[in-house]
């Protein structure tokens, strides 16, 4: 029979974080480094980005590195800037969070990290053009060029709705602000941001001179990810976090709809070269999601061992 302690053991392989993280001062004594680590690796499986690396100082510092990657400053100038730098660290740990959470089978929370991964998903295939992840500080000069739309409110020529209209008129003076209307910035409008910057320059009926900064050698690739970017977040899979009341108690998909919705998602998917990365059988829960993230971000995404890390450490803490 199982001691309590190989127990803890079983549910830290099992990233049962927060389960190990209540029972372990029953078991272990002096038990203060074990439950810091259970609650550094729960807010990541948990996606609280704003809280991944606070007060974690008992957990190593490589682990609180990486997860410091993964997330959004809360203040205009914090140093180093996250995922304002770049967005691949946090879709590795977004990919990491969908493969736990199907193993573990939350389909829950597993459909709302593939709904966080597409509300960003433009970001990430405009972070090389833009040399950030869309950092509101770094916005190019030529956004806002004579003659651009970028940002004006009411502008009945502009494609944007009017809740990106607000936000991308936000995002342009965001950087200025108190920490405050930042961290209520990011909290709201920023991914409406991201699907405007895909607009601009994939889906815009009436262009304007807001994308005349990008070099036109590049500016076919860029549209073509980013229409890439808008069309996984009208999928059948994305679809299912509003077609089922998802955290509302209602009604949870089951792993064969979530199979057969990305099943049909891919097919949609597959009308272009990137889109038709989808296709690939990369080994991931569900095949080719990494693939099609690395040819929306242009660079390799593949899913990140911060959360099977964090498991070995426990196990280390744990084992007498």
Not at 154 to 160: E, I, N, T, V, Y
Not at 220 to 228: N, Q
Not at 250 to 259: A, L, M, Q, R, Y
Request: hydrophobic share 40%; aromatic share 6%.
């Amino acid at each position: 029979m199982e001691t309590a302690r190989d127990l803890l053991v079983s549910l830290a392989r099992r990233y049962a974080f927060g389960d190990v993280g209540a029972l372990a001062s029953g078991v272990v004594k002096d038990a203060g480094n074990i439950e810091a680590a259970c609650e550094f690796g729960q807010r990541l499986l948990s996606l609280d980005a704003e809280d991944f690396a606070v007060e974690a100082r008992a957990v190593p510092n490589d682990l609180r590195r990486r997860a410091r990657a993964c997330t959004m400053p809360q203040t205009p100038r914090e140093q180093p800037r996250g995922a304002l730098e770049s967005l691949r660290p946090a879709y590795g740990l977004l990919l990491e969070v969908i493969a736990v959470r199907w193993h573990r089978r939350e389909l829950s929370s597993m459909v709302a990290a593939i709904h966080i991964a597409s509300e960003y998903l433009p970001l990430l295939a405009f972070e090389p053009v833009l040399g950030s992840a869309g950092d509101p500080a770094r916005w190019p000069e030529g956004l806002t060029a004579p003659g651009s739309r970028f940002g004006v409110i009411g502008d009945r020529d502009c494609d944007h709705t009017r809740a990106e209209q607000s936000a991308v008129n936000r995002t342009l003076r965001v950087a200025g602000e108190p920490a405050e209307g930042w961290r209520a910035y990011f909290d709201r409008q920023h991914s409406q941001v991201a699907g405007a910057l895909a607009t601009c320059v994939a889906d815009c009926r009436n262009p304007c001179t807001a994308m005349d900064w990008v070099e036109p050698e590049r500016r076919d690739d860029l549209a073509l990810r980013s229409r890439v970017a808008l069309a996984f977040a009208d999928t059948p899979l994305v679809r299912l976090r509003h077609a089922a009341p998802v955290g509302h108690g209602f009604g949870v998909p089951s792993p064969e709809e979530i199979t057969e919705a990305w099943e049909r998602s891919r097919a949609a998917m597959a009308k272009n070269g990137v889109g038709r990365e989808a296709a690939d059988d990369d080994g991931f829960p569900l095949p080719g999601l990494p693939s099609l993230f690395s040819a929306v971000a242009g660079a390799r995404v593949t899913p990140s061992t911060l959360l099977a890390d964090i498991s070995t450490y426990l196990v280390k803490l744990l084992q007498p």
